[in-house]
């Protein structure tokens, strides 16, 4: 049996979406969405937060960047991918993505029209941005 990288997510883009365009002329698009959970601790009503980084590529990324504003709320699927660097200083870092390949608008804040079309559904070609 081969492995499993699947990811569904619900939840409001934290920032505008960054989008840049690598020297191959593939898009890609850079976001952070914040996913709550509500539950009980004693009795009490408890809140978490996750924040997860989210990444699109090609035609899906820049349709995205004309809908997608903080506070709207959406639904993905995708998978996660590592990637491992070194700092200026010489630290080794590692940063965890979620690649997504389809993205659908919820509900939530948004002055930009057409806010209920799904914004590209399955993604362009992936390649480094």
Known sequence: MSDLNSVLIVGRVVNEPDLKTNQNGTSSLLFTLVNNRNYLKNE???????FFRIRCYGRQSENLKKYLVKGKQIGLHGRLH???????????????????????????????????VEAAGESGTEENA
């Open 44 to 50: 009490e009503k408890m809140e978490e937060s996750n």
């Open 82 to 116: 590592q990637f491992k660097f070194k700092t200026p200083e010489g630290n080794n870092k590692n940063i965890t993505e979620i690649v997504a390949s389809q993205v659908q608008f919820l509900s939530g804040p948004g002055k930009k029209k057409k806010d209920q």
